[in-house]
């Protein structure tokens, strides 16, 4: 089965294969492999923007598709920046920008509480997809600390630590990370795509896993 990363981002690539690159029978493609429509994220959510991108990549290419969302939340912050993450201090993205201006607009702030969100979409070319979604609570930092990770790990520091995600291995972020959490759910899936097994409704453990049929119709 081939099956197409509908990324272009390079950090995300690399945390999506580390963490279902082991399925047996999946042959993964890329965006430098196979040209992939620009999909503008005008979602107000990260399902939307997920469903949109899985969606959209998959009808123009004729491959399954495998697209998410991903944010920060900051509760002091009303959830922002939210599915504005990637382009928080402006377009085009910028992480070092976007940590800045984080710092900034928490500098007075004792509530640090945050959650990185992950929506992760896989579509069909007939209009079949599945999603499931994956958090990870923690706080945000004073400052950047650590050289690894992407985006706003150099600030994110998960409950039950003492170090932010960048100061992590990238074996000891995909164990904890959002985006696993949401990858995994879309496993058994993959796993039955992968060898041609047909079910109506695989059994899956993760409760936010939904199914939906083109048109926005969730199937009961």
């Known amino acids: 089965m081939k099956l197409l990363l509908g990324t272009t981002n390079p950090g995300k690539t690399r945390e999506i294969l580390a963490i279902l690159g082991d399925i047996p029978g999946i042959r993964w493609l890329t965006p430098a492999e196979v040209p992939v429509p ?24 004729g491959y399954a598709t495998l697209a998410e969302d991903s944010g920060l939340e900051v509760d002091a912050l009303g959830g922002a920046p939210g599915v504005q993450s990637a382009r928080y201090a402006g377009d085009p993205p910028d992480y070092a920008a976007n940590n800045a201006q984080l710092l900034a607009a928490l500098a007075e702030v004792g509530d640090r509480r945050a959650r990185f969100r992950t929506v992760a979409a896989l579509a069909l070319p007939e209009g079949r997809v ?3 979604e994956g958090t990870l609570e923690g706080t945000i930092a004073d400052a950047p600390r650590g050289r690894g990770g992407f985006g706003y790990d150099p600030l994110f520091v998960p ?5 932010t995600l960048a100061e992590m291995s990238a074996a000891e ?18 796993t039955q795509l992968a060898v041609g097994t047909k079910s109506k409704r695989p059994g899956v453990r993760s409760l936010s896993l939904r199914y939906w049929r083109r048109g926005g119709k969730r199937r009961p």
């Open 130 to 132: 599945w999603t499931a």
């Open 38 to 61: 620009t999909v503008p994220e005008t979602g107000t959510t990260f399902l939307e923007n997920a469903l949109l991108k899985a969606r959209t990549i998959a009808a123009a290419t």
């Open 159 to 163: 409950v039950g630590e003492t170090r």
């Open 173 to 190: 972020k995909n164990a904890l990370s959002h985006r696993r959490r949401a990858l995994e759910g879309l496993r058994p899936f993959l």
